[in-house]
Each structure stands twice: as C-alpha cells, then as structure tokens.
C-alpha cells in the first residue's frame, strides 16, 4: 500500500484509483466517503483504511450559520445519557443554541447509519461523540461540515483526537480507597469490569495504591472480574460474602454492579452498612434512592459537556487546553459505616 508520505504534495486521488487499492468499486468508495449506507463493515473498514493511508480528507462546504449543537451517542439505553443530554442542554441554554441527538444503533442495537443524514441536516456548529472511537466515516463528514468534534468517553479509554474530557480514574479510586481505609476497613472485596475497558483497570489501580500507602494488601481471592451489570456481581459477592473471612467492605467499580452487591447482601440477611459497607464509582440518579443511598464516585458528565462544547466554542478557549482531565468527587451516603466489630459481624 502506498505510503500516506507519498501523498502529502500530491494531487488528491480519484475514486477510481482508491477503489482499486481498496478492491472495491468507486460508487462503493463514494458511500463511504460521504457516510452513506449501503456498505458491509468489512468493506467500509478496508475503504476507511485506505483513506486512511492516502490521507484523504474530502474538501470542506460552505454552510450557513448554525445554531445547533449535537450530541452523537452509540446507543440510547446507555445509562449516562440523561446527564449527557443534560450538560448540552445547559451548554445551548446558556448561548441560545438548539441541542439535536442521534445514536448509531437502533434500539435493537443494530447499527443504523441514519444518524449520518441526521448530522448533515443538522449541519452542527459542534458534536460530542460518546466513544473514543470516532470513525473515518465521521471525521470525513466533520471535515466536510467544518464541524469541531469532541470526545467524552465515559468508559475511559483515551482519545487520539484533538478535543477530549474525560474523569481521572485513577484518582476516583484511590479517593475510594482512602475513604475505606479512614472508616477503619483492612479487609476489601472489589468487583471490576472488563480490563478491555481503560476505566476499569485504573479505578482498580488507583485503589490499590490507597491501600498500599496504608500497608495494606488486597486479597486476591476476593478480586473479581465480571462484567458491568447486576447478576454477575450479586454472583461475585454472594461467593465472597459466603466465606467465613468475607470483606467488611466491597469497592464495586461500578454503580450498577452495587446493585448487585446489594442484592447479594441482602440475600444473607447483611445489613448495609452495619455488616457490610458498599462504594460504587458513577454516581447515575438511581443509586440515591438505594435503602440506604449509594455511597459512590461522581462522574460529572453534565459539567463534561459543557467544559466540552466550551473547548470548541466558548470564550474561555483562549489559553485553554484542549484536553482535560477531570478530578472525580467522593459523594458520601448511607452505604459506608465504620466495620463491625468482633463480636457484632454475623
């Protein structure tokens, strides 16, 4: 494949001559280009590849002045998106602007490449995407609209793009952490989720580190990985919470995965907090109304937002970095208690 140095001076490459590298026909690259259906993944990935490459870049239209801003989210069932929606909300509130969403799955999950169409009607001033990943597909049309973009991805992994805000994982674990280890805790259980996802391992770590500033060691055995819903951690803690030496104190990295915790505690008859303090890490509404309410890390992802929009629009660009890293905040509730003592634990 040619390499994209080649292409730096040269005169932008025909159709034709990409879809012969791609192995694909012009009309194919065409639709890819220009975010149109119609297209396999497989062959949209191996065009986006070869642009790649080429550095291609489609040359940019004039439009009229927007007043929309918008928001690109993988799926509406993610639980993060009212407080998304929320700080884009604020954001155009605030500057007389009009939010517009779209999501690139249908409610089936399926992937729907409507959303496409949507943005060019759209013809936003700014975007938010949800996911580190921002496509070929949706940097082409980006450029083509003059349209800055922005990443906030809440999962944590880290974006190669030019706008990102993203929470400090790390530091929201350690704040866990210290927390525990201030209640009087020495002996923790943690559920994790998928290593695959960058917040997961830096939440873990950062705990850690709190614990081995204090001396104290994580037992392995009760270190799991499951994935970042209810029933598999309620399986997790129902496994260490039935030992005879069960934690005083589970870190679910997770606020859904708290959930879990919480049923599998309340299947043993262990109240939270008397028997067993519980800290999840997100802060999504629901966990407020837990019996007792979940102590929990804030992400703040309104705030994300607009910090977000702010980056790429606002007056406070100036001198601004375009990368922020967002301390977490440690919301005290009902769910952490100092541990039981000997002769209290069940």
Not at 163 to 177: P, Q
Request: charged share 25%; glycine share 8%.
């Amino acid at each position: 494949m040619p390499n994209a140095q080649d292409h730096d001076s040269a005169p932008r490459p025909k159709l034709s001559y990409i879809a012969k590298i791609a192995g694909s026909t012009p009309s194919t690259v065409s639709k890819v280009i220009n975010g149109r259906g119609g297209v396999s993944q497989e062959t949209r990935d191996r065009i986006e590849a070869v642009l790649r490459e080429l550095n291609y870049a489609k040359r940019p239209v004039r439009h009229r002045n927007s007043t929309v801003i918008m928001l690109v989210v993988h799926s509406m069932r993610q639980q993060w998106i009212p407080d998304l929606l929320q700080g884009a909300a604020d954001y155009a509130a605030d500057n007389r602007l009009t939010v517009a969403v779209c999501a690139k799955t249908d409610g089936d999950g399926r992937r729907d490449d409507r959303y496409l169409q949507t943005i060019r009607q759209a013809k936003p001033l700014a975007m938010v995407f949800d996911s580190a990943y921002v496509s070929m597909q949706d940097r082409t049309l980006c450029q083509e609209l003059q349209t800055e973009y922005a990443v906030i991805d809440p999962s944590g992994t880290p974006s190669q793009d030019r706008f990102e805000v993203r929470i400090d994982n790390w530091a929201g674990g350690w704040e866990v952490g210290r927390h525990l280890l201030e209640l009087g805790h020495r002996r923790f259980g943690v559920i994790t989720g998928d290593p695959a996802m960058a917040c997961f391992p830096a939440r873990l770590d950062g705990f850690r580190s709190a614990l081995r500033e204090q001396g104290v060691h994580l037992d392995g055995r009760l270190l799991a990985s499951g994935d970042n819903w209810t029933e598999e951690s309620r399986i997790q803690a129902l496994r260490m919470l039935s030992r005879a030496d069960r934690p005083t104190a589970i870190f679910a990295c997770s606020d859904t995965q708290a959930y879990g915790v919480y049923d599998a505690a309340h299947q043993l008859g262990l109240d939270i907090p008397h028997d067993l303090s519980v800290v999840g890490f997100d802060d999504i509404e629901s966990v407020r109304h837990l019996g007792p309410p979940l102590t929990t890390v804030r992400q703040p992802l309104p705030e994300m937002v607009r910090s977000a929009f702010e980056l790429m629009l606002g007056a406070r660009r100036t001198g601004m970095p375009d990368k922020l890293l967002v301390p977490p905040t440690l919301v005290r509730r009902g769910s952490t208690a100092s541990p039981p003592t000997a002769g209290s634990a069940a």
